[in-house]
């Protein structure tokens, strides 16, 4: 099994920053790829960014600019950094990880509420 740790979510007004952290612990090899995905209230879950073991970063069009994801391999730990927050923002944010077992399986954190609002 894979335990992720969710931290750094909380009230911002707009305009406003924050970071959120993820760490993964637990039995894997190696990890493929950690990203962060959100659900505002009535939609669907969507993919926030993605980052491979190699560096290789992906964003959804609307965070492009603004947040930034980057990880720690030592410590098995991804961040995303998000400025410049909207409103639209506002979303539970889950932690993501793919990691081989050896077979490949993904994970989920338990969520983060992020909230944009003044």
């Known amino acids: 099994q894979v335990q992720l740790v969710e931290s750094g979510g909380g009230l911002v007004q707009p305009g406003g920053s924050l970071r959120l952290s993820c760490a993964a612990s637990g039995r894997f090899f190696s990890i493929i790829a950690m990203g962060w995905y959100r659900q505002a209230p009535g939609k669907q879950r969507e993919l926030v960014a993605t980052?491979?073991?190699?560096?290789?970063?992906n964003y959804e069009d609307s965070v492009k600019g603004r947040f930034t994801i980057s990880r720690d391999n030592a410590k098995n730990t991804v961040y995303l950094q998000m400025n410049s927050l909207k409103s639209e923002d506002t979303a539970v944010y889950y932690c993501?990880?793919?990691?081989?077992?050896?077979?490949?399986?993904?994970?989920w954190g338990q969520g983060t509420q992020v909230t944009v609002s003044s």
């Open positions: 993501n990880v793919r990691v081989i077992q050896p077979s490949v399986n993904d994970y």
């Open positions: 980052i491979t073991s190699g560096g290789f970063t």
